[in-house]
């Protein structure tokens, strides 16, 4: 098999049309046939990717242009994903990084360019969506070389290749002054720019677990390129473990890739990206090598969690009503499952048989794992968020991040207020022609606990909000972040229209008359610091009279939706979220835990 290849992974900051790109890719290698019916996103399989409108999990395709196979890897744009790039980049000898017209490099753009640039990659940089009215695409080149120098890209780096693209309109073109109808222009450059695989196949096997599947039919499917050698469908291979061990094992199944399917293959050499049926114990950054003569590569190295949650069984009132699955061995089941996968989470047990210590990248890592769990039918409860600590030298030092805001003129001294209270640092502050200030902060991760809920009040949802993690920095003290208390049931039972109309001046309600509450469950925020317990079951007595106001239409303030995202922000140290497939609850903790804390 002597067809040219070329492995290239798709990078950029979230929202920036990386996958929407790949569509048109996909569209014109004539991969889909006359008149079939092609979804927008169609590399988002995930329901919660379609819903979110981001891409979670890195996915493969292949097309062809020019007799060479184009092996194209979709990668997530948001931090919180990290592992999913860092560990699909050891696969591709190039990168296409997206950049939006408009709005130039962005936290995660600085992310997902470090890492392609560590790893050596010479990218050819994409300004997208140039068909947008106001938009300066030569301002953000300079940015991007900018950015190349500041992250300490080489000289050949930062002598990239531009072309100027809109993925929805499914053109590309070299010069702005040209006429783009198509892709060919980018198809070009990945020939020209991104270096063949190198790889020996004479040399013994080498397959670097990169992606894990499952089929029912074929069990764990291992997903990799192969570094050198050749592996053929049917063929003894041994797998060597993380920990040094060999354990051998047959070929069952060789897949490539092609559009969007699975293809078998007899065979493939070096530079191939192949899916391999056969090793049910394979993980990721294992090898699989030759049995006579085992090598094993460098294993993945992924940067470490920075934030902490304590998933537990569900104890509340009505645990076990709503969920499928409720005991701690379940539970424990499906995160070590998850660690088969997800390569930038850990799970530790604690000192009770029924709490989980599980860490990931940030809010939106963890948020996605406990709504999938919960979409599966878990049902469980879990803690505040809590930065990971980490002594250095000495001194205990906590997770930074680089956060960026661009606001409306009217909200900048409300949000530079509000950050300064969370000990955020302004670093830049720039005002732009329509209306809008970008602020630039350096802040400690606890800082943004919380706080998207709040930003959104505060820009009157106009902001837009992107972070990222920056390193590890001194403690920078005590931190205050929510100021005002809750509101909690007084009794269980059902809440009703007219306690809650009676009560609408102590706080803003999270529930509507006739949600089923039970005694501590938090039922909204109160007006005052302290918390409040509330009677929300309390009926109106009836009498024979006629009321003078009975007809007159009473309205309840329109309650606060929490969902779990909010829910997870929301949460002080002493409360926790009651995950079930059919409800989000906040609770505060029994207080003989609380004394056990």
Do not use: W
Not at 133 to 142: I, K, S
Not at 319 to 336: C, H, K, M, P
Not at 462 to 488: P, Q
């Amino acid at each position: 098999m002597s067809l040219p290849i070329r492995n290239v992974a798709i990078i950029a900051h979230v929202d920036h049309g990386k996958t929407t790109l790949v569509d048109a890719l996909l569209k014109q290698s004539g991969i889909f046939r006359e008149g079939e019916d092609v979804p927008t996103c169609v590399m988002d399989s995930n329901d919660l990717e379609r819903e979110r409108g981001i891409t979670i999990l890195a996915k493969n395709t292949a097309v062809r242009y020019k007799d060479t196979l184009i092996n194209i890897v979709d990668t997530p744009g948001h931090a919180d994903f990290g592992g999913e790039v860092e560990r699909v980049l050891g696969m591709v000898d190039g990168c296409i990084l997206i950049v939006d017209a408009n709005e130039g490099p962005m936290p995660q753009t600085r992310f997902v360019l470090k890492k392609a640039l560590e790893k050596g990659l010479r990218p050819i940089v994409v300004v997208n969506k140039i068909d947008r009215p106001n938009v300066d695409p030569h301002l953000a080149v300079d940015k991007v070389f900018d950015l190349f120098v500041e992250l300490g890209a080489d000289d050949d780096q930062c002598d990239f290749t531009t072309l100027y693209a809109s993925g929805m309109q499914g053109f590309a073109k070299a010069e702005l002054e040209d006429t783009g109808s198509d892709m060919q222009p980018l198809f070009e450059a990945i020939l020209h720019h991104v270096p063949p695989p190198a790889g020996d196949v004479t040399r013994p096997l080498q397959l670097q677990v990169t992606t894990l599947d499952y089929s029912e039919y074929l069990g764990r499917i291992v997903i990799g390129r192969i570094h050198n050698g050749v592996i053929k469908a049917g063929q003894q291979a041994a797998l060597v473990k993380d920990n040094g061990s060999i354990v051998k094992g047959k070929v069952t199944k060789l897949l490539g890739f092609e559009g969007l399917k699975r293809v078998e293959l007899p065979e493939a050499s070096a530079g191939y990206i192949v899916a391999v049926a056969g090793f049910a114990d394979a993980n990721i950054g294992e090898t699989l090598t030759s049995p006579e003569d085992p090598q094993a590569l460098p294993l993945i190295k992924v940067d470490e969690p920075t934030l902490q949650m304590t998933f537990s069984v569900n104890d509340s009132p009505f645990a076990g009503t709503e969920g499928t699955f409720v005991t701690s061995r379940q539970i424990r089941d499906r995160l070590l499952r998850e660690l088969e996968t997800n390569v930038a989470l850990r799970v530790e047990e604690s000192d009770s048989a029924e709490k989980f210590l599980v860490s990931g990248r940030g809010e939106l890592h963890l948020g996605i794992l406990i709504e999938t769990m919960r979409r599966e039918g878990y049902e469980f409860q879990v803690s505040q968020p809590q930065v990971i600590y980490r002594e250095i030298n000495g001194q205990p030092c906590e997770p930074f991040e680089y956060l960026v805001l661009d606001v409306p003129e009217t909200a900048v001294g409300a949000c530079i207020e509000r950050l300064g209270q969370r000990k955020g640092e302004m670093q830049d502050m720039q005002t732009g022609t329509n209306g809008r200030t970008q602020l630039e902060f350096v802040i400690p991760a606890r800082g943004l606990i919380g706080f998207r809920g709040e930003f959104i009040r505060l820009t009157r949802g106009e902001g837009i909000m992107n972070h990222s993690f920056l390193e590890y920095r001194a403690f920078s003290g005590e931190l205050e972040t929510r100021y005002n208390g809750v509101m909690t049931a007084f009794e269980e039972g059902v809440a009703t229209f007219y306690a809650l109309k009676n009560a609408e001046d102590r706080g803003v309600f999270f529930i509507t008359p006739g949600t089923k509450v039970y005694k501590g469950m938090i039922v909204g925020e109160s007006n005052r610091p302290q918390d409040v317990d509330l009677n929300v079951c309390k009926t109106k007595q009836l009498t024979n009279h006629r009321s003078a106001t009975g007809d007159e239409l009473v309205q309840l303030q329109t309650p606060v939706d929490m969902s779990l995202e909010r829910a997870l922000e929301y949460i002080g140290p002493d409360e926790l979220v009651e995950i079930t497939p059919k409800s989000i609850r906040l609770r505060k903790l029994p207080v003989k835990k609380l004394a056990k804390r």
